[in-house]
C-alpha cells in the first residue's frame, strides 16, 4: 500500500525547501478530504488513483502535474454545489504556486481538475487517463461498486430519496448514452463492459426504490 504523505512530501520537495511549508499544506489537505461529511470523496480515492498512476507512469508525459491534480482535484467538495471543480483548480493554483511550481505544471493541473467537471475526451492523453482513473471505480467488481455507490448516497444525504433517485438515474443514464465511458484503449478494455453492467444494475434499483 502507498504512503500518500510520502508521495506528497517527495513530489513537493522537487520544488520547495521549506518543509514545514510541505508539511502544512498535507495536513490541509488530509483535514479536508477526512471531513465527516465525505464517505467517496476520501484519501481514500485519492490513494486509489495514486496507485493507479504509479502503476502506469510510463503512459504518463507530466507526472508531477499529474500527481498534484490528484491530491487537488476533489480537494473542494459540496455535495450541493456545482463549483467544486472550479474552486478546488484555484486553490491548487494558490498552493502549488506557493511550493514554486511552475507555471505550465500549475497550468496542466487546472486543466485537468476543471476536466473532472463534464468527463469528456480531449486530445491531451494525459488528460484522459486522468478521468479514466478517477472513473475506474465504476469498472470494479459488483462488491465495490456497490459500496461505492453506497458512499456517493450518503454524500448526498441531504436529497431525499426520491431527489437522489431522480437525479442520479439521469446521470447514470447520461454515462450509457456516450459510445464509451473510458477514453483511453487501456481503461476502456479493462473496465468499460463492467462498468456498464454495474451502472444498469445500479439504474433497476434506484428505479425499483423509486415505485415502491
Known amino acids: 500500500m502507498i504512503i500518500l504523505k510520502q508521495i506528497w512530501e517527495d513530489l513537493s520537495s522537487n520544488y520547495c525547501a521549506d518543509n514545514n511549508l510541505v508539511n502544512e499544506l498535507w495536513e490541509e489537505i488530509e483535514q479536508l478530504y477526512s471531513s465527516l461529511s465525505r464517505f467517496y470523496h476520501t484519501l481514500e480515492h485519492i490513494e486509489y488513483m495514486a496507485e493507479m498512476a504509479l502503476e502506469n507512469k510510463e503512459l504518463i508525459s507530466n507526472m508531477d502535474a499529474f500527481l498534484f491534480s490528484i491530491f487537488y482535484h476533489d480537494i473542494i467538495y459540496n455535495a450541493k454545489r456545482t463549483d467544486n471543480e472550479d474552486k478546488s483548480a484555484i486553490l491548487a493554483s494558490k498552493h502549488l504556486s506557493k511550493l514554486n511550481v511552475p507555471e505550465e505544471i500549475i497550468s496542466k ?70 459510445k464509451r465511458i473510458f477514453k483511453t484503449d487501456l481503461f476502456f478494455n479493462l473496465y468499460e463492459q463492467q462498468a456498464r453492467n454495474n451502472i444498469n444494475k445500479e439504474i433497476t434499483f434506484l428505479e425499483n426504490s423509486i415505485k415502491k
Do not use: P
Not at 458512499?151 to 444525504?157: A, D, H, M, V
Not at 430519496?161 to 450509457?176: G, P, S, T
Open 109 to 178: 493541473c487546472q486543466e485537468y481538475i476543471i476536466a473532472t467537471k463534464r468527463h469528456k475526451a480531449c486530445s491531451c492523453s494525459d488528460t484522459n487517463m486522468f478521468l479514466d482513473m478517477d472513473l475506474a471505480i465504476l469498472g470494479e467488481s459488483q462488491l465495490v461498486y456497490n459500496r461505492y455507490s453506497l458512499f456517493i448516497r450518503q454524500e448526498y444525504s441531504c436529497y431525499s430519496d426520491i431527489q437522489y433517485n431522480c437525479r442520479r438515474i439521469i446521470l447514470l443514464q447520461r454515462l450509457l448514452s456516450r
